[in-house]
Each structure stands twice: as structure tokens, then as C-alpha cells.
């Protein structure tokens, strides 16, 4: 386990959501749309050795709110986060694959903040973050027909399906989404840590640690 305060949400844009888990991959609108307030970006955390950790969100129905102090328990095993209730339950590992590839081609490993270097150069730093942290969710909550990421790439949207997003990020969601699985699947591998709990946000993080090493210094 591991004890961090949500410290802030320095990176964001304001985005209106829909997510409704009964509509298939393909299905346009058939959600509820929320204003235009929820915060989607980059997450800062100060965990109990005073280190500072930087997540995204992979649960949307679940929230956290700054000044929480949170004990998540850490997993490198993908397929068990995020846990359920409630939806959308842990992922498949089609998903994972797909998860692991965005972190690799967007996500700077030393910091676990968006990487310089990538075509999301060309957007402003809140923008990047929001429009990975969309990504990362329809990611997680779509109602994918597939079996492997090769089938499950060409079903990613954020206009249609179980999860969709109305924001100013869609230029840079679209270019994220246009490299997915580009030239093969890449992977941070075990650098990319699951963090859940029964009722908070679930999250992801990059550990540039070797696991073994972080979780003997937690211990």
C-alpha cells in the first residue's frame, strides 16, 4: 500500500463527459452529457515519504477531491484495475496493451508528466494533458468489440460509444489516437503502476524505480 495527498490538478482543461456503459462501441450520442466542469488533466500527489507522484485517472464514476489523503494499494498488473463496483471494471488485456502503448509514445518515464518531443508539442501543456487524460478514459470505459489492440484501435472515438468528450483538447485527442499502435504496441512495462481504492479514483503512474526497489522502500 501507499499514502499520498492530492496535492493539485496543475494541468487541465474543462470538459463536458458522457458515459453510459449500455451503448455499444459504434453508437453515436445516447448519453448524458455533463456541463462543462469537469477537470480533465494530470493529477499531483505528495505520497507519505514527501515524494511527489504525477497520475491520471482511469475511473470516472469515483472522485477525489484536493487535500484527500488516500492509502491506494499498488499493482503492476493492469488486468485488475480498476477495481468494480463500479463500472467499468478492471481492464482486458487487449486494453492494457493499448494503455501501455499511450504512456510509452506520450508520457516521459523519469516524470510521469507529458513528454517533450511528440506531436503534442504543437498544443499547450494543459491541453496535452487533457487531451491524454480523454484518451486514457475512453481507453478504459469503451464498450470495445475486440479481442487484440489491433481491432480494438480502429473502435477508439470521442464521439461515439460508451464514453464521449466535448472539449477544445479534440485536436490533440485526435493526434493521440492517430499514432495509437503505430509501427507495433509499445510498453513501459512493470514502470506503469496501478493504484486502487474500494472508493476513490482509481489511477495510473509511472514508478521510475524497478518495481522490486519501490516497494521494498515502501515496505
Not at 449500455?22 to 450520442?29: A, E, K
Not at 493529477?43 to 477525489?64: H, K, L, P
Not at 499511450?102 to 494543459?126: E, H, M, N, P, V
Request: aromatic share 8%.
Amino acid at each position: 500500500e501507499i499514502t499520498m495527498t492530492f496535492e493539485s490538478m496543475p494541468s487541465y482543461e474543462l470538459t463536458s463527459l458522457g458515459l453510459d456503459r449500455r451503448n455499444d462501441w459504434d453508437q453515436v450520442g445516447g448519453v448524458n452529457f455533463t456541463s462543462n466542469t469537469i477537470k480533465a488533466g494530470e493529477r499531483v500527489w505528495i505520497n507519505q515519504y514527501g515524494r511527489e507522484m504525477t497520475t491520471y485517472c482511469i475511473q470516472v464514476f469515483e472522485g477525489a477531491s484536493v487535500g484527500d489523503t488516500v492509502t491506494f494499494t499498488q499493482t503492476t498488473d493492469l488486468t485488475t484495475v480498476p477495481e468494480a463496483p463500479p463500472a467499468p471494471g478492471p481492464m482486458a488485456g487487449f486494453q492494457v496493451n493499448m494503455v501501455q502503448d499511450l504512456y510509452s509514445r506520450f508520457i516521459d518515464q523519469k516524470t510521469g508528466k507529458i513528454a517533450t518531443g511528440t506531436t503534442l508539442d504543437a498544443f499547450d501543456y494543459s491541453v496535452a494533458s487533457s487531451a491524454f487524460q480523454l484518451v486514457l478514459w475512453e481507453l478504459v470505459h469503451e464498450n470495445f468489440d475486440a479481442t487484440s489492440a489491433d481491432e480494438a484501435v480502429d473502435q477508439v472515438s470521442m464521439s461515439t460509444g460508451a464514453f464521449q468528450a466535448e472539449n477544445d483538447a479534440s485536436e490533440a485527442t485526435s493526434a493521440i489516437i492517430a499514432e495509437l499502435g503505430q509501427d507495433g504496441w509499445g510498453s513501459i512495462g512493470d514502470a506503469l503502476v496501478g493504484l486502487s481504492n474500494p472508493t476513490m479514483q482509481d489511477q495510473l503512474t509511472v514508478v521510475p524505480l524497478p518495481t522490486p526497489l519501490l516497494l521494498a522502500g515502501i515496505g
